[in-house]
């Protein structure tokens, strides 16, 4: 068998043993049928946790992350953003950086503070305060630990206070958005219907048939227009976009709930986005056909049929026009601003190609790493009045371990890194050193 | 009266009886894609890319190209999730068994030669029309 053949083994399975969607929470499960994952109103308490617990942690979170990625590995080369070699150094910096920040906002704000900011996405839209960042909040920073060990930098059995603090941080958000149970859509079907009815109705009621074809295709181009300029704000990430739902209607069918990230405040490039609300969002209404949908935990949907927009009945589209726009002041948004945002979404994308064009490759990491750090940190943060605090304590400055990764992760090793972090379990080193002695 | 040979096979993002008539052009650096959307029969136009990532073809994708081929990525990738939302038909990690070799030695269609992709099934053909 060739190395080609072994690698593709450990793309379709986990391991080469453990199947990805809803077969493999069930296989994980009966491998360990309490993971730590789960979360309860009392395992969210406790401050110290069990090496036990950690390990159920981390062998979860290995599996749902091949999950996530495997299908993903064999995306190719950018050609313009040097993307896996931004966010593996992010990683190691997130693991130097976010455990002190994540242990000053529970200082903050305390662990029922945590579990109130996990329930933001039930109760409000266009906010990134979302599952994505609860999800990716622990498992960054882990990652980052993964990827230093790899590089022989880090001893796996130091730092267990920062590891449980990061790991208590993520289940007191999880626990917020889902109560008891399975703290991650992997455990649940790989769906994600996070908003409550009260929030939802009022959504589902705006949204409005097509009026004929040309309609269609206008929001068709709407829609992937403002989803390819949240990509290119975000440094070619998915952090531009999520998805929540299905949403079952009365009568068949099923509702998404989508939101588009237009105009993000503090990048260098943030300019681009002037002019654009802070996020939109859609509401897409299908007819009852056939269409198997799934949600992954980073918010991204994959249907078959693949063309799920062909069975789209009803929208509506609405706006948070900045970050600190209140819920009662989301809008909706008409058919001629929405020709207005297709058009600066166009040219904002255009701007945005050609500052990338002219950027070195090392100023293209440099800011990927800062904008990925932040992306994952700053919405908590932020929401929790910790942001500028954090900021002034140093998140941006490269650290240490960041600045000793760096050569290695730019000098083309990064997917060699990444493939045994994220396809062979490599990602989650064991707390208890395996050696014999 | 024109004939169709079968010269590529990849994967298919998502699948339509419509099918993408067009003239290649492979797209291999930022000016290049730059230059191309500034041209003209963009929209009748096939690009080829080598990656599966959105960022590299963002402004050929917003300018309504006829379809995309890519030589590596899958439909799971950011372009193949982009290409499906803005329903332009999409046949990833291509291999062409008739064509010019790239600078990298992988073979492809010379620009100009006009191409169908069928994305009927699972997977993606690509048809060299000839007059």
């Known amino acids: 068998m060739s190395e080609a053949d072994d690698f593709m083994k450990f793309v379709e399975k986990y391991l080469a043993e453990v199947p990805g969607g809803p077969a493999g929470d069930q296989e994980m499960r009966r491998r360990d049928p309490s993971p730590f994952v789960d979360t309860t109103a009392a395992d969210i308490r406790p401050d110290k946790l069990t090496d036990e617990q950690i390990q159920s942690w981390f062998d979860y979170m290995s599996w749902n992350l091949w999950e996530l990625i495997a299908t993903r590995s064999t995306e190719g080369e950018s050609g313009l953003i040097p993307r896996q070699e931004y966010e593996t150094l992010s990683f190691v910096q997130q693991w130097s950086v976010n455990p002190d920040a994540m242990r000053l906002i529970t200082d903050k704000v305390g662990v029922d503070g945590l579990v109130e900011l996990g329930r933001v996405p039930r109760r409000e839209i266009g906010t990134k305060v979302n599952h994505i960042r609860n999800y990716a909040s622990a498992l960054m920073a882990m990652l980052g630990r993964g990827v230093c060990v790899s590089l022989e930098q880090l001893d796996p059995t130091v730092r267990r206070d920062d590891i449980q603090d990061c790991i208590q941080f993520a289940r007191r958000t999880w626990h917020g958005t889902w109560g008891d149970g399975p703290g991650l859509a992997s455990g649940r079907g790989f769906q994600l219907p996070v908003l409550e009815d009260d929030v939802l109705q009022p959504l589902l009621a705006a949204a409005k048939p097509f009026e004929d074809d040309e309609e269609r295709t206008f929001f068709r181009r709407f829609n992937g227009t403002t989803e390819l300029f949240g990509f290119l704000m975000h440094y070619d990430t998915r952090l531009g976009m999520g998805d929540t739902g299905p949403y079952p209607l009365p009568g068949g069918g099923f509702a998404l709930i989508r939101d588009h990230f237009l105009h993000e405040t503090g990048f260098e490039w943030s300019h681009i986005g002037e002019g654009l609300p802070y996020a939109v969002t859609e509401v897409l209404c299908f007819k009852p056909d056939p269409i198997q949908l799934t949600i992954n935990d980073i918010g991204t949907t994959f249907t078959k049929p693949q063309d799920y927009l062909k069975s789209l009945d009803r929208v509506a589209v609405f706006a948070r026009d900045t970050i600190d726009t209140p819920m009662s002041g989301i809008r909706p948004v008409g058919h001629d601003e929405m020709k207005k945002i297709v058009t600066t979404c166009q040219a904002g994308v255009l701007s945005m190609y050609k500052i990338l064009a002219k950027l070195s490759r090392d100023e293209k990491i440099r800011n990927g790493v800062r904008m990925y750090s932040h992306e994952f940190m700053r919405p908590l943060a932020y929401r929790a009045g910790a942001w500028d605090e954090i900021l002034a304590n140093g998140f941006d400055d490269l650290a240490p371990a960041t600045q000793e990764a760096w050569p290695i992760l730019t000098g083309g090793r990064a997917a060699e890194i990444l493939a045994p972090v994220f396809l062979l379990g490599k990602g989650f080193p064991p707390l208890k050193s395996t050696a014999v002695v | ?131």
């Open chain 2, 1 to 131: 009266m024109s004939t169709e040979t079968l010269i590529g096979t990849g994967i298919n993002v998502f699948t339509s009886d419509v099918h993408a008539v067009g003239r290649i052009r492979f797209l291999d650096s930022p000016e290049e894609v730059l230059d191309f959307i500034d041209g003209p029969d963009v929209d009748q136009t096939v690009v080829i890319s080598r990656g599966g990532t959105t960022t590299f073809m963002s402004p050929a994708l917003m300018a309504g190209v006829a379809g995309l081929i890519t030589l590596q990525g899958a439909p799971e990738s950011h372009l193949g999730i982009l290409s499906r939302e803005f329903s332009i038909p999409c046949v990833m990690s291509t291999a062409f068994t008739d064509g010019i070799q790239t600078a990298r030695g992988e073979t492809i269609p010379a620009d100009g030669s006009t191409v169908r992709l069928d994305i009927t099934g699972d997977k993606g053909q690509v048809f060299l029309v000839s007059e």
